[in-house]
């Protein structure tokens, strides 16, 4: 057969098959059934605005903050705890108060939504990452690499992910002492949610592989010989990654709330980077005294992101595979 | 007066965007003691017509039109309750599954005497006599004893005959039966059919039969209708539809089933498929790359040769090896496929011949007995590159279509990717080139590589299914029941493209089927396999004339009799 270049193969592919013009993108994705499903439910299209504008304000935070809580320079501790505009002795400049530091807690905000999405996302990035490949491999071979992967799991689910998550970050704030915590308290937490996390991505991976291995695609690639690493991953893993994408999704509502509970304890990020844990952390010890707004404002924007994302999570789940509920 | 009479039903599904009519204007009656059998292809709306008459559509489906009468009262627009009331005390059900449609956590009495008492106003202990009666009706031996038991203790005739019993509970005036007997065996198939014809007569009950297969109209019904696409083509008494059809399409669908009787060289072109692909090109085999599969060593002798294959598989495993229980699929197998020859391995469901297929392509490793391939001892082999070699040249087409092709794939890919690993082309542009080829060949046209296996209905992607099996251009090619789950006259069409292709390619084949009539138009010689053994292997015509085993012998009777189909082939031959 002659050597033919690809720009000719493509014109040649394109010239026999009509040259149809196939569908734009968008139009596929406007004419889904998910996103018709996606319309009907008023509350989930309120959700996804939430999630969508909470998104937006966190990653934008360094443009759309009225202050920077982390620049030294500009915080006073004259300013400290403010409280909100519409209260007495209150600074305009100081949108929704200041907290015990000085620090524009509006501005705070911003910032701590940013760092805890950022350790959720990455946290269910690698959870997902350890989980779908153990629950691959678990299924895939099934016996003694099964049986083994699968009591882990088994152990680990007897413990709550937070005892868990407290014991890794416990011990690796031990063993790196106070000083590098600042440097390594972002991946420490990282590591320790996913290692808490993985295992409900291992069993239902671990469960559709058990059941597409079986099915006559998989025995067709090994009838052709192609060898079981590259079965899993180029031809289990796309057929089982729906159940996963829903799991993810809840999941890193859990993550958020889970971080936040580990800075809230003090094992998560230190004081000098807050999270949204972290602020409601500081505002805990002003409660009682009054400056009820230190708190009370980080609680709510964790409360309304976690809530917007769970109402997502739950509406994906229902639209995917109403099987998972 | 007749029992059922349905007058112009049409059925709707709307959807999003438009409306699905799944039936059009349908008119049908029914008589008491009188058999009708609705046939047709699927997606024809068969089971549609039967929902449609106990009241129980499928949501969003409704009927838009036309008017249902049980015994001249009309039941359609009856509210829900007073058609639950009808359902079981008039109008009995069957249907395809015998393993699901019995709960597993009751006995068969328990079962059997809740339906009665719903219906009847009777006491417990005529209930159970009741019940024990109509067990006995049904042909179970020892009813009294048998309905203490659980379904999981019958086998799958026995269950079904089971459900025909709870359908008939209240003496009901109509029993709608959906595909009775698809789930189960030849030999089996034949004696619930036969049931079922002296029961309706016995007992004078109306009975509609659901089916896709014209050996069971022809066999029991005494009028039919054929549906397609949602419209009754053709509606009349069954010797007069089947000995003289009219309308092309029920002309099509009869020329369509393999014949028992006679070989012939091709099936009958059925020109009333739309699905139809686009006609296959000659091609020159000494200059196509299919062609290049000449490479392969020449044999002497038979090209496979099996001998006392084994196989068992451990149903409980234990530490230690005296409580460990196996279940023995293959027995001491042994046969020869010759090179070129087309072997037939035929038996029922459990006979352990998918089992063999899927020994000699190595999915499974056999626990005794030798698989030799050409000079190559297949159970020994160890080194990898010898294996592969080994899976380049034989190739396996899978009976489920609809499971055998990676859904997350395009179609492209998934026929590119045995070429790309084994290295069989220089470069991608050559790769796809061959691709095209091969989609072209197998009669899809190459404007299917872009698609996704779904955007195919069963036909078509198992069309893919063997231009993925041919891009590792194989000698040796298995296909295991490769057209039991599709309709009859894609059947025809996918077996007729395997004729070719062998033909052409002078491709070795191992044709496993169920089906008698199919195995006899496709293979050269023949083995009837039976619980894991193989009892008779000889040549196709010699084993349909004078069977030597007595298993083959009962096998061939039961084959549902096809004498009005064969005249009707023969007309139109």
Redesign the interface.
Known sequence: ?P????E??KAA?AD???SQEAPGRLSKIVDS?LF?SFLRSKVTVVAACGTFILFLLAILAPWVAPHNPFDLASISIMDARVPPVWMEYSDPSFLLGTDDQGRDLLSGIFYGMRISLIVGFCSVIAAAVLGITLGLVAGYMGGRTDAVIMRIADVQLTFPAILIALLIDGVANGIFGSLDREVFAFYILIVSLALSFWVQYARTVRGSTMVEKN???V????????PSVIIMAR?IL??VMGPVMVIATINLALAIVTEATLSFLGVGMPPTQPSLGTLIAVGNDFLYSGEWWIAIFPGLALALLVLNVNLLGDWLRDALNPKLR | MSVLDVKDLTVEFPG?NSVFVAVDDVNLSVEAGKILGVVGESGAGKSTVGNAVIGLLQEPGRIAEGEIYLHGQRIDQLPYKEKRRLRGRKIGMIFQDPLTSLDPLQTVESQLVETIKTHLPLSNSDAQKRAVELIDAVGIPDAGERIKQYPHQFSGGMRQRVVIALALCAEPELVIADEPTTALDVSIQAQILELMKSLCAERNVAMMVITHDMGVIADITDHVAVMYRGELVEYGETSQVLGAPNHPYTQSLISAVPRPDIKVERFPVVNYIEEAGTPQKQIDISTH?LGKARDYDKVTGPLVQIRDLDMRFETRGSVFPSRRKYFQAVKKVSFDIQEGETFGLVGESGSGKSTIA?LV???YHPTGGSILFGKTELTSLKNRKD??AM??Q???I???PY???????RVRDIIA??IK??RL??????V???V?DLLDHVGLG??A??KYPHEFSGGQRQRI?IA?ALA?RPRFLICDEPTSALDVSIQAQILNLLKDLQEELSLTMLFISHDLAVIRQMCNRIGVMRNGELCEVSDCDQLFEAPQHAYTRELLDLMPSMELLSRANLESA
């Open positions: 057969m050597y033919v270049s690809n000719e193969a592919v026999r098959s009509g059934d018709h099915k006559e695609y025995q067709a690639a090994r009838v052709i010989g192609i031809h796309p057929n | 999003r790359w899927r392509t190595g999915l294996v592969l899976r380049r034989m190739q396996m899978f009976q489920d499971s055998s092709l990676n859904a997350r794939m990717e045995p690993f084994h082309a220089s470069g991608n542009s050559e796809r080139q061959i095209d190459v404007a590589g872009q299914s993925r590792t």
